[in-house]
C-alpha cells in the first residue's frame, strides 16, 4: 500500500457553477472545472471544491497539479501547499511543514486582473499551542478568507486574494468563494486557483 498516492481530481458533467460548492462523498474527493472536457463542469475553469468536512483530517493540496496528495509524514513533506480542515486552511511552511511555502495577503484586489506576484509581504504559518497544551491557536496565512456571522453562525468568503509561493517557488493566485455545498453543509471549501508571473 503507498502512503504517498497522487488522487487525481474527479471531472463530471454539470451545470457551470461558480460560487456554490459540490457536495463530495465524505472521502476527501474533489470537484474541479476544466475548459476542453466534453460537456459542461460543475465548476469555472480553475476552481475547484474540496470536502474538508473532517473534524480532525486534512485534505492536502499539490498546486501545480491541482491533484490531492497524500503525505505519509505532512510537516515534513514537499508533497504539498496547502491543506484543508473544515475552514482552515495551512500552508507548507512555518509551523505548519517543512515546504518553506510562504502567502501574501491581498485585500481589495481583483483576482481576474492580478497577473504578477507581489514582491515582498509574504508571511508563513504560525500556529502557536496554548500553555495547557491541549488546544491551538489560530495562525495560518488564510485565518483571513472568510467573514462570520453571529447571527446565523455562519461563514461567507471576503473576496481576499492570496499569492502562494509553492515549495517549488511557483506563484499561484487563490481565492476562496464558498464554503457550503449546494445542500447547505459545511466544510466544502470551493476555491478558484491560478498560476501567475514571479515578482516583476
Not at 107 to 121: C, I, K, Q
Not at 134 to 152: C, K, R, T
Request: hydrophobic share 35%; net charge negative.
Amino acid at each position: 500500500m503507498m502512503s504517498n498516492a497522487r488522487t487525481p481530481l474527479s471531472y463530471v458533467a454539470a451545470a457551470i457553477v461558480l460560487f456554490a460548492g459540490l457536495a463530495c462523498d465524505g472521502s476527501g474527493a474533489m470537484e474541479t472545472g476544466e475548459s476542453g472536457d466534453s460537456g459542461d463542469t460543475p465548476l469555472a475553469e480553475g476552481a475547484l471544491t474540496i470536502d474538508a468536512t473532517e473534524q480532525e483530517g486534512w485534505v492536502y493540496l499539490d498546486l501545480e497539479t491541482l491533484e490531492e496528495v497524500t503525505p505519509a509524514t505532512p510537516a515534513d513533506s514537499d508533497e504539498w501547499d496547502l491543506g484543508f480542515q473544515r475552514y482552515s486552511v495551512s500552508s507548507n511552511g512555518g509551523t505548519s511543514g517543512s515546504g518553506g511555502v510562504e502567502v501574501a495577503v491581498l485585500e481589495g484586489v481583483d483576482f481576474d486582473t492580478l497577473t504578477s506576484a507581489p514582491a515582498d509581504g509574504y508571511i508563513a504559518d504560525a500556529v502557536e499551542g496554548t500553555p495547557d497544551g491541549m488546544s491551538l491557536e489560530q495562525g495560518y496565512a488564510f485565518d483571513g478568507w472568510f467573514d462570520y456571522s453571529p447571527v446565523d453562525h455562519t461563514l461567507s468568503a471576503n473576496g481576499t486574494v492570496f499569492v502562494v509561493r509553492t515549495v517549488e517557488e511557483n506563484y499561484f493566485k487563490v481565492e476562496l468563494l464558498d464554503y457550503y455545498d449546494m445542500a447547505g453543509t459545511s466544510g466544502h471549501v470551493t476555491l478558484q486557483v491560478a498560476p501567475i508571473d514571479p515578482p516583476q
